[in-house]
């Protein structure tokens, strides 16, 4: 596959990543107070300053590359995204339920985050920018961990 294209299909990973981050920077502070789990509470105010700092960084590899992001390719991605922040509604007078349904859409949202992760990790082999690469495997190695942290807040709201 030539580089042109490598480059272009890490630029539409890399787009699909920073608008599922800007939407969980928009809708996070949204569902904070919702929290009844001091432990979600805790991880929600976490992943905050974590999705500002991961934001940072998809932005600095942008300017990087001298390109714009752009939200042109990801409707489908948005529509879905807030389809599942809306269904959050639905449990908000029950406390646990509520809990559990905010550590779901948490958990929809990371698993995003984690495939485009993947990909950009194995696309990035092929760009010939150590800055570049080196942001993108902070970047993935923030995702694990974040995925980590989530299954674990998973189980906790589950029992």
């Not at 990801?74 to 809306?86: G, P, R, V």
């Not at 029950?94 to 809990?99: A, L, N, S």
């Not at 905010?102 to 194995?122: H, R």
Request: include cysteine.
């Amino acid at each position: 596959m030539g580089s042109e294209k490598i480059k272009s299909f890490f630029i539409d990973h890399l787009n699909r990543l920073y608008c599922a981050k800007s939407h969980l920077g928009e809708r996070l502070p949204e569902i904070h107070d919702e929290a009844a789990f001091a432990d979600l509470k805790q991880a929600i105010k976490e992943t905050i300053i974590s999705t500002e700092r991961q934001l940072a960084r998809i932005e600095e590899i942008f300017a990087i590359m001298n390109i714009k992001y752009s939200f042109e390719k990801c409707q489908t991605l948005i529509s879905f995204l807030e389809t599942q922040f809306a269904s959050l509604q639905l449990h908000a007078t029950e406390p646990e339920f509520r809990d559990l349904a905010i550590v779901t859409y948490l958990y929809q949202l990371d698993s995003v985050e984690l495939a485009s992760s993947n990909i950009l990790q194995v696309a990035v082999n092929n760009i010939q920018d150590p800055q570049i690469k080196s942001l993108t495997n902070e970047h993935y190695s923030e995702a694990k961990a974040d995925n980590a942290l989530l299954l674990l807040l998973l189980k906790k709201t589950a029992q």
